[in-house]
């Protein structure tokens, strides 16, 4: 841990020195006694130079390094799976439950827009507010966002 070894040591130091003890023992470079000693002294230590002399004897970890170095990123732009479709670069594919979420949208919509229709007739234009739209608009919305998230 870099710094003064003379600086208070907070409680993310500590949780990071136990962390890092955690991993030394699952690689084996710990026995088990160590491990739960030097644990112990993690959560009653001070200053960071008392964290650091818990370490000083094993080789440095990095904790966000990949879990094998076979793993690569892909490149930009390459094929990638989602779901039971490919797409490119992020574009969403509809799947048949979106489908049927949207005719189900339109079916809807539809018997609105004629009761509206039928209404404003039978009423002499009494309700041409369009009041359908109340409906149809925020549920067309939260489809939408739906479909975003998955």
Do not use: C, N
Request: charged share 25%.
């Amino acid at each position: 841990m870099p710094g003064d070894p003379r600086l208070r040591a907070s409680d993310k130091d500590r949780d990071r020195t136990a962390e890092l003890l955690r991993e030394h023992h699952a690689q084996g470079r710990l026995t088990p006694e160590e491990f739960d000693e030097r644990v112990d002294r993690t959560f009653t230590a001070k200053t960071i130079g008392d964290l650091d002399a818990l370490l000083a004897d094993l080789p440095a970890i990095d904790l966000y390094r990949l879990p094998a170095a076979g793993i690569r990123a892909a490149p930009p732009g390459a094929l990638r799976p989602r779901g039971s479709a490919v797409d490119q670069r992020g574009q969403g594919v509809i799947s048949s439950r979106g489908v049927t979420t949207w005719a189900a949208w339109a079916a809807v919509s539809t018997a609105l827009l004629v009761a509206w229709l039928g209404v404003g007739l039978v009423s002499g234009g009494a309700a041409w507010i369009p009041w359908f739209l109340l409906i149809v608009i925020p549920w067309a919305l939260a489809i939408a966002r739906r479909q975003a998230r998955e």
